[in-house]
């Protein structure tokens, strides 16, 4: 059942490029630059959401905060994200203007199954993305869209985490075109990037053997520090959260800016600092930040995207040209260099301790 593999994760994180094709299969119609979605808002409902609110638990949250971003971006619309345990919408100002959207692969999340009723009991409108139909968040909500996915297995949310991403894109572009703020041509390149995720993604599962290497070379670290910007921000988050919870390594995630407000205390010769430095990010300011911690003997790992060369890097890896979407790219990266210390140092790679793949109480 693992087809040749030792753990369901790594055989997860190689079915990406497939797993994005089910994803984007039949939804985009490049001639008019449109997605097509089976939605069933009132009609005009769409137009006039004045609010985004995004409400998950973590993968899905980090996905929501990539997403969050692309929605003000590309739909021009506001977007704001909560961890479903913290959220606290009391209905505001316009609660019919505001559109709940819950993020959550398994749909059996208790904190974001509470937050989307609570969004309903205020008088939100309701979306659920999810890879499970028929799941308790989505027996909850009026619409639901499908991730497509396929099943995952592994405890770690992967294939899933670039799945969810890829909807909410597709999401963002069928409310940018229904609002009436981006044109054809506009959603079209966007469209077009998505449509080179599968071969992007490929091209990394490709580089393995040079990931694993630098798995190898860092495993003893102390702790890990991965930094990004924009986009690039919520996978620093995520990749830190992959390899904390397979390896049981410190790992943390920040902004890239804000290693000189604090973090930057950590580092030391022994914790090796893996930065997202893809077009869109600010490479050079986030590249001034990585020197920041290799003058303190960092090692610099970063995820770079192949216009750009970097000398300064202990190890570089090349992001393929994917626009909006190279640090999903790069997250397959992060996603392979947990596995690889995880898998070192013998961890229970698809069963971490102390976690259940869906978490049923609040
Ligand atoms: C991390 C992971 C968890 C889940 C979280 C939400 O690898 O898998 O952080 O992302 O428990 O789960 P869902 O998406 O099922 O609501």
């Not at 610099?300 to 626009?323: N, T």
Request: aromatic share 8%; charged share 25%; net charge negative.
């Amino acid at each position: 059942e693992k087809g040749g593999y030792e753990h369901f994760m790594r055989k997860e994180i190689h079915e990406q490029p497939a797993s994005l094709r089910q994803t984007l299969s039949g939804r985009i119609d490049l001639d008019r630059g449109a997605v097509e979605l089976d939605l069933e808002f009132p009609k005009g409902y769409l137009s006039s959401v004045e609010e985004i609110q995004f409400v998950a638990c973590g993968t899905s949250y980090y996905a929501s905060l990539y997403a969050a971003r692309l929605f003000e971006e590309i739909a021009d619309i506001r977007a704001t994200v909560s961890i479903a345990s913290e959220y606290t919408f009391d209905g505001g100002r316009d609660p019919w203007r505001t559109l709940t959207i819950a993020v959550t692969q398994s749909g059996e999340t208790a904190d974001t199954l509470g937050a989307i009723r609570r969004a309903k009991r205020a008088g939100a409108q309701t979306l659920a993305v999810t890879n499970m139909l028929g799941s308790s968040v989505s027996r909850e909500v009026k619409n639901s869209v499908f991730i497509r996915a396929g099943p995952e297995i592994g405890v770690a949310a992967t294939k899933t985490f670039a799945s969810q991403v890829t909807t909410l894109a597709l999401l963002a572009v069928y409310l940018g075109r229904e609002r009436g703020v981006l044109s054809p041509s506009d959603a079209r390149s966007i469209l077009e990037d998505l449509r080179g995720l599968p071969g992007g993604v490929q091209q990394v599962l490709d580089n393995e053997a040079s990931v694993k290497e630098a798995a190898v070379a860092y495993q003893d670290s102390d702790a890990f520090f991965f930094v990004g910007r924009r986009h690039g921000y919520p996978v620093a988050l995520e990749g830190a959260l992959k390899l904390k919870e397979i390896s049981y390594d410190h790992a943390e995630g920040f902004a890239a800016g804000e290693l000189k407000h604090g973090p930057l205390a950590l580092v030391t010769d022994n914790t090796p600092v893996l930065a997202v430095l893809t077009d869109g990010g600010n490479i050079p300011n986030t590249v001034n930040n990585l020197v920041e911690a290799q003058t303190r003997g960092a090692p610099a790992i970063g995820a770079i995207s192949e216009s750009h060369e970097i000398d300064s890097l202990d190890v570089g890896f090349e992001v393929p040209d994917a626009g909006l979407f190279e640090p999903l790219i790069a997250n397959v990266y992060f996603q392979l260099f947990a596995y690889h210390v995880a898998n070192e140092k013998g961890r229970p790679i698809d069963k971490p301790r102390n976690l259940a793949k869906s978490v049923t109480v609040g």
